[in-house]
């Protein structure tokens, strides 16, 4: 995993992780399968030069049951990263 765009996909937006960049420093991220906590470490750094990672959490979503046109099947699976700042950093999305 050489390119840091190529590691961190996207952010994740949802309550929780809404409630945790405003409360714990901690931001989530959609991730490559094959990153390793090394590689999203490198990839933040980067990508926000002005932050600096104190941990990463990564973790495996597993693809859910749907539905379409009475046809079964599963979203895919994915990997999010929580990502811990030190105190006093912060990345702005806007």
Do not use: C
């Amino acid at each position: 995993m050489k390119d840091p765009y190529g590691v961190i996909l996207g952010t994740v937006v949802t309550e929780r992780s809404t409630d945790l960049q405003d409360g714990q420093n901690k931001y989530t991220f959609k991730v490559h399968s094959k990153a390793t906590k090394v590689d999203i470490r490198r990839a933040v750094e980067t990508i926000f030069p002005n932050v600096q990672v104190r941990s990463v959490n990564t973790i495996k979503v597993h693809g859910k049951l749907r539905r379409v046109r009475q046809q079964p099947g599963y979203t895919a699976d994915w990997k999010k990263a929580v990502v811990t700042l030190r105190p006093g950093d912060s990345i702005n999305f806007a």
